[in-house]
């Protein structure tokens, strides 16, 4: 079983993960996510080449352009691509690197009906954790979202009266704050104002979803994955089960890793 640890902010980290066995460690370039890799590695080039753990840049809805400098800036092994990519826009890029395009699911998707226009157009797929605001947390110590509180009309019996229109007013401010509230405890993967998560939510989604489908790839199986899963995981047979993808659960604070909690999780996990 191989093991990707994402959301890597420093260089003694990546050397860390390289010295515990993990296969792949991931920088992420989406500047929405708390774990967003600054330039820390763009400045110490000769080391970062020369480590040997595959070197993962994770991007979202990036622009081509900017893949292929971060590829050449950082030495890139391998691209996630977890935004909304196009089948074509993975063409483009496989010829470059590794490319493992990310389905954000809620469990309730027709893998198979997701998947197919990318088959051929890269080397693995991820299944991760929609953040949708309806799906729960999985799994003890999971992220404690809420449902978003429901926006309802000001209450009254009489709406032609003269304070009706100011009252729906206030009512609508205290509403908009409560909402805003909810999003920047729910979404964990970002940072609050910097548009949607797409990861790091600390959410599980329904992994039988993935035995009911015609899956023919080798896949990554991300999304609130923590040490209390391990036996999960072990039970979790399928062919193209490739590796696992952490993140949040073995954290420190955002983008700052628990070696102890990693090296914890390896030896579980091959034990």
């Known amino acids: 079983m191989k093991i990707k640890v994402c959301g890597i902010t420093s260089l003694k980290q990546m050397q860390q993960l390289q010295e515990l066995g993990v296969d792949y460690a991931g920088m992420i370039f989406y500047e929405g996510s708390k774990r967003f890799v600054g330039d820390e590695f763009k400045k110490q080039k000769s080391e970062v080449r020369s480590q040997k753990i595959k070197k993962v840049g994770v991007f979202v809805n990036e622009k081509y352009e900017s893949i292929i400098k971060a590829i050449e800036d950082y030495y890139l092994d391998v691209i996630q691509l977890h935004g909304d990519e196009t089948d074509e826009f993975c063409l483009e890029l496989m010829d470059k690197v590794e490319v493992i395009k990310v389905f954000r699911l809620t469990g309730k998707e027709n893998i198979d009906e997701l998947v197919e226009p990318f088959q051929n157009v890269c080397h693995h797929f991820m299944f991760d954790t929609s953040p949708h605001p309806s799906l729960p947390p999985t799994g003890e110590g999971a992220a404690t979202t809420q449902p978003m509180p429901p926006l309802t009309p ?109 090296q914890r999780f390896i030896a579980e996990i091959n034990f």
Not at 154 to 172: D, S
Not at 188 to 202: D, E, I, V
Request: no cysteine; net charge positive; hydrophobic share 35%.
């Open 154 to 262: 000001p209450t009254g019996e009489n709406k032609t009266h003269p304070l009706f229109n100011q009252y729906a007013a206030v009512n609508k401010v205290i509403r908009k704050s409560e909402v805003s509230e909810w999003l920047s405890s729910s979404v964990g993967g970002s940072r609050m104002g910097a548009g949607p998560s797409y990861g790091g939510t600390g959410l599980q989604f329904d992994w039988s979803i993935l035995k009911k489908a015609k899956i023919n790839k080798p896949f990554f199986l991300s999304g609130g994955i923590g040490l209390e899963d391990v036996e999960k995981i072990k039970s979790f047979e399928h062919p193209y089960l490739l590796a696992v993808d952490v993140n949040s659960r073995f954290e420190i604070s955002p983008g700052i890793k628990d070696m102890e909690k990693v």
